[in-house]
């Protein structure tokens, strides 16, 4: 069996890369130019006048802005709506905590009714003097038919 030589397949490999570079220069070079063209032209450099000035007046902006002592006026309202925000927090935790506490006791209450209702009708005893046991609550919630 004969060899197969490795300059053969490298030669074109290299022919195109050599060419692939030299395109690469010349559209490289073409931008520049055109980029230079650009450059010298009325539109590019009132353009360039116009960003100038856009980016004086920013600057003198916000040199009137941090003189005028706005920014330690922010700064200071945000602390304030900050610890405002802390209390109001803490306040509807405390909240949160005495509805939950208020709810386990209405539940607690209604599953003992449950489960006393439940014991009588096991143990034979009419529903109706268990139910009449039970008292209905009148709370701020429930209004009395009585109005």
């Given at each position: 069996?004969?060899?197969k030589?490795?300059?053969?397949?490298?030669k074109?490999?290299?022919?195109?890369?050599?060419?692939?570079?030299?395109l690469?220069?010349?559209?490289?070079?073409?931008?520049?130019?055109?980029v230079?063209?650009?450059?010298?032209t009325?539109?590019?450099?009132?353009?360039?006048?116009?960003?100038?000035?856009?980016?004086?007046?920013?600057?003198?902006?916000?040199?009137d802005?941090?003189?005028?002592?706005?920014?330690?006026?922010?700064?200071?309202?945000?602390?304030k709506?900050?610890?405002?925000?802390?209390?109001?927090?803490?306040?509807?935790k405390?909240?949160?905590?005495?509805?939950?506490?208020?709810?386990?006791?209405?539940?607690?209450?209604?599953?003992?009714?449950?489960?006393?209702?439940?014991?009588?009708?096991?143990?034979?005893?009419?529903?109706?003097?268990?139910?009449?046991?039970?008292?209905?609550?009148?709370?701020?919630?429930?209004?009395?038919?009585?109005?």
């Amino acid at each position: 069996m004969e060899k197969k030589s490795k300059t053969g397949p490298q030669k074109p490999e290299k022919e195109w890369l050599k060419k692939a570079k030299e395109l690469v220069d010349k559209a490289d070079d073409f931008l520049d130019e055109k980029v230079e063209k650009a450059k010298k032209t009325k539109a590019y450099g009132k353009v360039s006048e116009a960003f100038k000035k856009a980016e004086d007046y920013v600057e003198d902006k916000i040199e009137d802005f941090e003189k005028s002592g706005m920014k330690e006026k922010f700064e200071a309202t945000a602390d304030k709506a900050e610890e405002k925000a802390g209390v109001a927090l803490k306040k509807m935790k405390e909240m949160g905590k005495k509805i939950a506490g208020k709810a386990e006791d209405k539940f607690d209450d209604i599953s003992g009714r449950a489960k006393t209702k439940a014991k009588t009708t096991a143990s034979g005893k009419s529903t109706a003097k268990a139910a009449s046991k039970v008292k209905p609550k009148t709370g701020p919630g429930k209004k009395s038919k009585k109005a």
